[in-house]
């Protein structure tokens, strides 16, 4: 009676699909399970096939093996992909590093001109400086540091996954 559980444990069955297999009340079954009740002859003959199944361990190692394979170049697929898609996202998000850089020298470069120019006393000099300070407000260590977390981020996934696919 208790083989019954053991059956659905090894299939991973619920007690209302394994009832419906054998064309049963889930209740029927219940009581079989806690030995207060019999089965028809015909789901006694189902359970006797599914013993017979789960006694074929070669067919079953050759079908998870069939079925590890599919797997294995589902993930080897699927790995793939997700490292083409991290590599593009750092290089993204490498060259969005660079232009930061570049545009935060240009205003660093900016600011100096502006405060030369207001050496000079030149109108331009205040919209300028202006201008200047808020490249580098936007273009600063803190979005650059920002930058630099992403890309080390991306890089630290790539590293686990190129981990998993050598496993």
Do not use: W
Not at 69 to 97: G, W
Not at 119 to 135: D, F
């Amino acid at each position: 009676m208790k083989l019954t559980v053991s059956f659905r444990n090894q299939l991973g069955l619920s007690q209302e699909m394994m009832a419906i297999y054998l064309a049963v009340a889930k209740s029927q079954l219940s009581m079989y399970e806690s030995g207060k009740r019999e089965l028809p002859t015909a789901s006694l003959v189902k359970l006797a096939d599914i013993a017979l199944l789960l006694q074929r361990n070669e067919s079953t190692a050759e079908a998870e093996s069939e079925l590890q394979k599919a797997q294995e170049v589902k993930l080897k697929t699927f790995l793939d992909f997700q490292i083409n898609e991290l590599e593009y996202k750092k290089l993204k998000e490498q060259r969005l590093l660079e232009r930061i850089q570049k545009k935060y020298k240009q205003n660093v470069q900016l600011y100096s001109f502006a405060q030369h120019l207001q050496n000079s006393k030149t109108a331009l000099a205040e919209v300028l400086l202006q201008q200047a300070i808020k490249g580098i407000e936007q273009n600063g260590l803190v979005n650059q540091t920002i930058q630099k977390m992403k890309l080390e981020i991306i890089t630290s996934q790539l590293d686990s996954i190129h981990l998993l696919k050598k496993m």
